[in-house]
């Protein structure tokens, strides 16, 4: 089954950056785009960006361009496993970046096979970020 | 940026009562790029409806959705428990993908 399953929560003082890894399986990693998406306390959902694992391909919202990288990792470690991966770094964090952070999986169903433009099936498990002094 | 207007901020309803959620956008936005979200706390939001007014997998047919241009709506008949929760619209059109402020769904 598919599965996102993300990295533990963070602790962070201002000025810092963080990282938020998102390990994919149960499906063909490199067909689908996967989107990072935050939710800061009492607020709604806001999207970060996305990340075509094949390739790398990145589109970022303008809020965080400069400050946001998100990069995939599909190696193959061994014959029997392999890394299905994508990496968040959010840098030069400011206390309202503290948030709870998912990375979610595009589908197929909005524009389909090769764009980012797709509603999202499955979501992570969300990690918790906090910036603190 | 496509900004969405959801109303009302709360819906108190009873189990077995009927919601009717609405999402407004800035600007019109094509039927097949209009997804509604249910989230409860402590987990990650789940998809309902695609497209305005298909239902993802697995979701039962108590939920639907409908719309075009700068209106849609998301109706549930016959509230579970389950149902009551934050309820977000999305539109996938347009970078940056946006999301409805939500609304909440409680008894």
């Known amino acids: 089954q598919v599965q996102l399953v993300q990295s533990g929560a963070e602790v962070k003082k201002p000025g810092a950056s963080v990282e938020v890894s998102c390990k994919a399986s149960?499906?063909?990693?490199?067909?689908?785009?996967i989107h990072w998406v935050r939710q800061a306390p009492g607020q709604g959902l806001e999207w970060l960006g996305s990340i075509n694992p094949s390739g790398g391909r990145t589109r970022y919202a303008q809020k965080f361009q400069g400050r946001l990288i998100l990069t995939s990792d599909t190696s193959t470690r061994t014959v029997n496993t392999s890394t299905s991966s994508v990496t968040m770094e959010l840098s030069s964090l400011r206390y309202d970046d503290a948030a709870v952070y998912y990375c979610?999986?595009?589908?197929?169903?909005?524009?389909?096979?090769?764009?980012?433009?797709?509603?999202?099936?499955?979501w992570g498990q969300g990690t918790l970020v906090t910036v603190s002094s | 940026e496509v900004v969405l207007t959801q109303s009302p901020g709360t819906l108190s309803l009873s189990p077995g009562g009927r919601a009717t959620l609405s999402c407004r956008a800035s600007q019109s936005v094509d039927n097949r790029f209009l997804a509604w979200y249910q989230h409860k706390p402590g987990q990650p939001p789940r998809l309902l409806i695609y497209?305005?007014?298909s239902r993802a997998a697995g979701i039962p047919d108590r939920f639907s959705g409908s719309g075009s241009g700068t209106d849609f709506a998301l109706t549930i008949t016959r509230l579970e428990p389950e149902d009551f929760a934050v309820y977000f619209c999305q539109q996938y059109v347009s970078s940056p993908i946006t999301f409805g402020p939500g609304t909440k769904v409680d008894i």
């Open positions: 149960g499906y063909t990693f490199t067909n689908y785009y």
């Open positions: 979610a999986k595009g589908s197929l169903l909005g524009y389909g096979a090769g764009s980012s433009y797709n509603p999202y099936d499955y």
């Open positions: 497209g305005a007014s």
